[in-house]
């Protein structure tokens, strides 16, 4: 009996001693891998890892590659979504208490302020990193060969990221937050500009009926509010979390990340390929082959992994672990020291001037101050579908993983990177000093300048542009694409400084905000 007691309580005491090996090897499931196989089987059956391959080809591991990119999009997001967990025990989405609960957050509650501004700022840097992911997709052309309709699903998680981010902007009910409401409730408005100027609003106000639906009612209030914080921790989140799912699950599907397509085979001179496992029997011995797999390649590949692949055990995750830290790091300082700005509690009576939206939209209103409805409907909706034909306009398949496609193609997108800021920057200058058309013509029907303003004209120019592209020198669809791609891009950066630092007070050109007038 004694004996049994002392035996329970040392193999008590080893099972205390093993604790940390035996829960790694039951999350593990077999211990630490020692062989190709091992690590094959953790990948495959570990539920988080099997989202990834259990090879990863070599060149997706190439940082110039990927840039990590759209891992870091991912990883920002999972910040955003737990720093977001946390600022709901103490957020209130009442009109009355909102911004007293952030300012609570940002003062009583224990690094509330850096709990707010990691949330803020990550979430912003999903807006960069995105956008950032989508160029590197886009230059290495990667939305081909299969990929098209997961492009798609990308232009889907982008939208929801400017939404995610726009919801929770409006949050913290303070003067930033209201006038940025209201201007987002006028861009949905906007199509009332057409009806309007075709006279049928009394019959068919959709402008009318989708701000109303947006609000909760005519005016900006706790209706208002409540949608938008639905929209913010439902809406948004549970669509990108499905949209995530399927991109994610295309890439598998899709035989991994776009490569180039003649890399030299490497095989076990590189270091990759690991040693053979140990065989059975009484006379156990090294296998130094199996018949495991069919390869291309003119010779046996014994000892090479297969067509340029790595176990994703460990470098693939290894990789992925190390962007994941790096992420958190810079967001944890640039959040401690930037604060996310708070001004003055909502005040309905009390107009900001210059009322902006969030930097991220005042491309688009700047836009807006042309013609409301190109600006808030038909231009962004132009360029999103624009965006999203790109993969079924352009179906050459030659070059696909690499940059630029080949030498012309980063000469185009030089050209295109000069030609467009020049055009760009000259309509605004000559917008700036001369006006448009209701400035000559002051009772010029609106519907010509719908139609005939200075955002079409650009993209007039970006479309003839791309066409021109095409159809001079060696005809290439792949070529118009990087032209109209790089000039979207440029323009984008150019109207959103324009937005952001070059407009104040009633929407005048200032060259720096010392200039304002004093008011
Ligand atoms: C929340 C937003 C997004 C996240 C978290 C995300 C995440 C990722 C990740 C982790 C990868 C694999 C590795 C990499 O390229 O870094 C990837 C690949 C891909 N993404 Fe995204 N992505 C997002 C948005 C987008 C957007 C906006 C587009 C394009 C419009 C896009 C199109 C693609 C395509 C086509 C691939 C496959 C690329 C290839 O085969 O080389 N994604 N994405």
Do not use: C
């Amino acid at each position: 009996m004694n004996e049994l007691h002392r035996s329970g309580i040392s193999e008590f005491i080893g099972n205390i001693k093993n604790l940390q090996r035996s829960f790694l090897g039951s999350f593990l499931r077999g211990g630490k891998p020692t062989s190709d196989k091992s690590r094959a089987a953790l990948m495959f059956n570990n539920f988080f890892l099997h989202v990834q391959g259990v090879k990863t080809h070599i060149n997706t591991l190439r940082p110039t590659y990927t840039f990590g990119l759209g891992i870091i999009s991912f990883f920002l997001l999972i910040i955003v979504v737990i720093s977001g967990v946390m600022l709901m025990v103490y957020y209130n989405p009442s009109i009355e208490r909102a911004y007293n609960t952030i300012k609570d957050i940002n003062y009583v509650v224990f690094a509330g302020r850096l709990l707010r501004n990691v949330h803020k700022w990550a979430g912003e840097g999903m807006i960069i990193f995105v956008m950032l992911h989508m160029t590197r997709v886009f230059f290495t052309g990667s939305y081909g060969k299969g990929r098209e309709f997961n492009w798609i699903i990308g232009i889907i998680l982008l939208i929801l990221t400017f939404g995610l981010n726009l919801s929770g902007y409006m949050l913290p009910w303070d003067q930033l937050a209201y006038w940025a409401l209201v201007i987002v409730a006028n861009i949905i408005q906007s199509p009332k500009e057409i009806t309007d100027s075709l006279g049928i609003t009394q019959y068919f106000d959709i402008g009318g009926f989708s701000k109303e639906l947006f609000l909760g009612g005519y005016t900006a209030g706790q209706e208002s509010l409540t949608r938008v914080y639905f929209l913010h921790v439902m809406f948004f989140p549970i669509f990108l979390f499905i949209f995530l799912g399927v991109h994610f699950w295309r890439i598998r599907k899709d035989g991994g990340l776009t490569r180039p397509e003649n890399l030299e085979p490497v095989g076990k001179d590189t270091g990759y390929a690991s040693r053979p496992e140990k065989t059975g029997g009484i006379f156990p011995t090294f296998k130094t082959y199996g018949l495991m797999e069919l390869a291309r390649g003119k010779t046996p590949a014994v000892d090479k992994d297969i067509e340029n692949t790595v176990p994703s055990w460990p470098n693939l995750l290894l990789a992925e672990f190390a962007v994941f830290m790096l992420t958190l790091a810079v967001v944890v300082v640039y959040s401690f020291f930037i604060d996310a700005p708070l001004r003055e509690p909502a005040n309905s009576l009390i107009p900001e001037n210059p009322a902006k939206a969030p930097w991220y939209f005042l491309g688009l209103q700047e836009l807006l101050s042309y013609s409301a409805f190109m600006g808030g409907v038909g231009l962004p909706g132009v360029a999103l579908l624009g965006l999203a034909l790109i993969p079924y306009l352009d179906r050459e398949e030659g070059n696909v993983g690499i940059w630029f496609s080949n030498k012309q193609g980063i000469i185009e997108a030089i050209k295109a990177l000069i030609v467009g800021a020049l055009v760009n920057v000259g309509i605004l200058v000559f917008v700036v000093n001369f006006g448009w058309f209701r400035n000559w013509w002051p009772n010029i029907p609106q519907l010509l300048i719908t139609m005939v303003n200075p955002g079409n004209i650009w993209v007039g120019f970006m479309i003839g542009w791309s066409l021109w592209v095409m159809r001079k020198g060696k005809a290439s669809t792949r070529m118009g694409a990087i032209a109209m791609f790089t000039m979207f891009l440029v323009s984008f950066l150019i109207f959103t400084y324009m937005g952001t630092y070059l407009r104040g007070p009633n929407w005048d050109f200032f060259w720096s905000k010392s200039q304002w007038p004093i008011h």
